[in-house]
């Protein structure tokens, strides 16, 4: 394998996978820290652990204070949104219950839900979005039954980039008692979240994309009075007398040494975020986005699916291209002219059976904070260049 390979030379635009490269200052810091004191957390009284403990419960806090939470004990770790999804849903749910969530969910809610109704006897209405893919908040309210304990929603789409209304749709939950899971794995960084005002209830997050940490950290907000049934016992290096986990949080859905280069990038993304400004980042994500979303509009041959409008959405969209499979687009995008971007149903099969692009699925860019006016100028042209090919 080349390892060699200039990053600097690909233009990025798969940002939805992971953010890509993370700023230089937030992963510098990180490492620094690491370096210094990268020692087991929580462990032992000596001054480097007391150090590493001191920056995993700052980024607690200054997480719980991102998302509007009040109790940083309930912000706890995973390794990503995927495992937090795990957490949450496996630890809510039990036989008899029935969940609403919705088609525009990625496969780390579907594919619990799913295992969850075929080997635990929970039942799950997946409610259709709309036509432009936004859920209907009324639809969600409609589905709700006298069983059901929880509404699973994702924030904003990584396949068409739409934003949910999560506010109404908490308001709805809590006005009904029914407990609402929102999946902010493509929101949490660049859009607003408060877990308090939305009505949230567990909100999960993932490190790698817009919170700008590396891979391999994510976690919960749980809010005061949810119960979560821990499903992974083991170390937590307090009271290891006692034969079982222990129930208070944070301990409560942590177990084993967490990942403190994780976490320390989520603190010093913190930072950077905080100085650059998250509405300046997503003004600016959102502004190289109108010229993307309007040259590919532009594009003779190419189909732009989901809604074109720029509220409530996300820098992120899908596109086919007549007379070719996306996955080959993909290819020549990579292969002719150095892009990265992401094919096929990028984990949400069912969003993609209903635009009908179930099959092959689609070609999706994503703008990322890093992401240059250049960079979209070149994928104008290499997908203008594809299209004409195609066309003769
Ligand atoms: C909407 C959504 N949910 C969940 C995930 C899973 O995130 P992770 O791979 O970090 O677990 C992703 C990642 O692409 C996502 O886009």
Known sequence: MDLALDSSTIIYLDNAATTFPKPKEVLEAALDAYTRFGV????????????????VETTRKELTRFFGGAHPERLVFAYNATDALNVAIQGILESGDHVVTTTIEHNS????LNHMARERGVSVK????????????????RRLRRNTKLVAVNHGSNVIGTIQPVAEIGKACRDRGVLFLVDASQTAGVVPIDVEGMGIDVLAFTGHKSLLAPTGIGGLYV?????????????????????YHLEEYPYRLEAGTGNVLGIAGL?????????????????????????????????????????????????????TLAGRDPADVGTMLDVDHNIAARTGLQCAPLIHR?????????????????????????????VAEIAADANV
């Open 40 to 55: 087991n957390p929580g462990r032992s009284g000596y001054d480097l652990c007391l150090m590493a403990s001191e920056l």
């Open 109 to 112: 809610v579907i594919r619990p």
């Open 126 to 141: 997946y409610v259709p979005v709309g036509n432009d893919g936004f859920v209907d908040p009324a639809e969600i309210t």
């Open 223 to 243: 809010r005061e009075g949810v119960g979560i049934r821990p499903t992974r016992f083991g170390g937590t290096g307090v009271n290891s007398v006692n034969p």
């Open 267 to 319: 603190h010093f993304a913190q930072a950077y975020i905080a100085k650059r400004g998250m509405e300046n980042i997503y003004r600016h994500e959102m502004e190289l986005f109108g010229r993307l979303q309007g040259g590919l509009a532009a594009t003779e041959g190419v189909t732009l699916h989901g809604t074109t409008s720029l509220e409530n959405r996300l820098p992120v969209l899908s596109f």
């Open 354 to 382: 209903q635009m009908g692009t179930g099959e092959r699925g689609t070609v999706r860019l994503s703008v990322g904070p890093l992401n240059k006016e250049s960079d979209i100028e070149a994928v104008l042209a290499a």
